[in-house]
């Protein structure tokens, strides 16, 4: 698929812990969206070739549009998220899931990808507190 950005978002309960983390491939920067405040940074070419590649592997082209919990799972807690593939503004596809995951190995080699570079946004981010602050320039 040739989406050159990627939105993922969670909640995760019962702490209600959100984040929203945009990968725009085009431009090679990550803007992590947590309750903390907006970090954003610019990851090198090797990183989003790597990335990209990761995500290939997990399918999520072909992931279906919804997943909920097996029926008659009870769940005292879990978690609700979206992702969402975009080609210039058109969306491309749009998945999500409320305590319910693609097959574990693709979910497994995605979410690995996502732990990354939400790590990468933390420690390389600059923080800004609000949309008024002034966007950070990156050039690849």
């Known amino acids: 698929m040739n989406y050159n950005k990627l939105v993922f978002h969670e909640d995760i309960w019962p702490d209600v812990i959100g984040r929203t983390l945009t990968f725009n491939c085009k431009r090679c920067e990550l803007e992590l969206r947590t309750i903390e405040g907006i970090r954003a940074c610019c990851i090198t070419i090797p990183e989003k070739i790597a990335f990209r590649a990761r995500f290939d592997l997990s399918h999520i082209d072909a992931w279906a549009e919804e997943y909920h919990p097996s029926v008659g799972a009870m769940i005292m ?17 749009e998945t999500h ?22 790590t990468i946004a933390q420690v390389r981010g600059i923080l800004r507190s609000d949309e008024s602050m002034e966007r950070p320039c990156f050039s690849c």
Do not use: E
């Open 77 to 93: 807690d879990g978690n609700s998220w979206y992702l969402k593939l975009y080609n210039g503004k058109k969306l491309l596809k």
């Open 97 to 118: 899931g409320c305590n319910g995951l693609p097959p574990p190995l693709q979910w497994n080699t995605f979410y690995h990808v996502i732990a990354r570079m939400c």
